[in-house]
Nanobody, 117 residues
Framework: QVQLVESGGGLVQPGGSLRLSCAAS????????MRWYRQAPGKQRELVAT???????NYADSVKGRFTISRDNAKNTVYLQMNSLKPEDTALYVC???????????WGQGTQVTISP
């Protein structure tokens, strides 16, 4: 059984930076895709960034050039480096692991990011 625990959220001013972490316990079999989603009040859940087990990345247009997703397989951890933060980045950020050959999804509880002066 895989459990995902996010951390690193908080309150920062516009223009600031945060690094989110998603630590996985249990075995995440390859091939897999790790994703960061965000959910803002009153808005649909948005896929922010993805990284595959072989390191390919993709980003939502709204965060390209500002956010970077990475992974440390030895630590079973995925990161989301967020720079030049804007108020519209305020949301609950949730980590997802998709195990491709098993068609299984695992979700964390999320970490709150608030961007405000």
């Amino acid at each position: 059984q895989v459990q995902l625990v996010e951390s690193g959220g908080g309150l920062v001013q516009p223009g600031g930076s945060l690094r989110l972490s998603c630590a996985a316990s249990g075995t995440i079999y390859s091939p897999n895709v790790m994703r960061w989603y965000r959910q803002a009040p009153g808005k649909q859940r948005e896929l922010v960034a993805t990284i595959t087990s072989d390191g390919n990345t993709n980003y939502a247009d709204s965060v390209k050039g500002r956010f970077t997703i990475s992974r440390d397989n030895a630590k079973n951890t995925v990161y989301l480096q967020m720079n030049s933060l804007k108020p519209e980045d305020t949301a609950l950020y949730v980590c997802n692991a998709y195990i491709i050959l098993r068609s299984r999804d695992y979700w964390g509880q999320g970490t709150q990011v608030t961007i405000s002066p």
